[in-house]
């Protein structure tokens, strides 16, 4: 009976002691060990081919990403949203300058007519006194060198029906040349100006958004190494400085076509204007003989 209570007793003060003072538990390295073990045990348990777990079939595939969606990542469009608001004036600029240059395509493409051709008619028929054949010559006619042999024509005729002396003929002539020419040259070098203000200011515009995000960009790598989110300055900065150029190269692209194309059609209009004062002095020339022989018949008559 001794012998029995002698175990009794231990046990009874061993488990008094482990409610009075539980297991801790285990922390770090030893609790990872233990789940481990308690988690290969459970898959131990219940790894059977018989067993595997549900698949839910419900779950919808990840959707597909659309051509607009595609369009709007890469490609030309991709980069000018990449590129920020900057880009939105100078692909207003781009626009506009396209529409100018297709404009003035056309209106001085209409005008190329054979001015030589015209110009020896008008100088055959003025000196063979037939003004009025050579006025409807060039009413028939389209560009600035038949609008000018016209404006001419039309004011010869009309003085010399008055009797206008020969010298304020020919002066009033020249005169109302000259004046028409003003005009002429105004016409065409319409919206001229809007393709050199584009060639300067889009590349302005491109710098002026080159610097803005590069000041974003060093900021952004200023507040990620206070953060401590920077893995490696250089990525970050070649990222920004990358996205940043992108301005300026959209602007270049804008304002070279715009430059090249201002030069083109000023160098045809020039030679229009070369071409119409030509005309103007071979026209007051020929003016001029025939002012010069009508006044000898004139002087024979009378004697």
Known sequence: M????????????????????????????????????????????????????PTDESAEPAPQPTWLDKLKGKGPIGLLITGGWFMLPILLLAILALAVIIERWRSLKMLNTDNETLRQSVLDDLTNDRPEEALARCDNERGPVAAVLANGMRKYIVLRKLGYDPGRLEEQVVKSMENYGVHIVAALERHLAILAIISSVAPMLGFLGTVAGMIESFNDIVQNVENGTSKNIVTDAANGIRVALLTTCFGLMVGIPAFMAFNYFSNVINTFVLEVEESATQLMEAVTLQLTLDQADTNERRE
């Open 2 to 53: 001794k012998l029995l209570l002698i175990p009794l007793t231990c046990l009874a003060l061993a488990i008094t002691g482990w409610a009075a003072n539980p297991p801790v538990p285990l922390k770090g390295p030893e609790a990872n060990a233990t789940s481990d073990a308690n988690a290969t045990g459970d898959n131990n348990n219940t790894d059977d081919p018989d067993d595997e777990p």
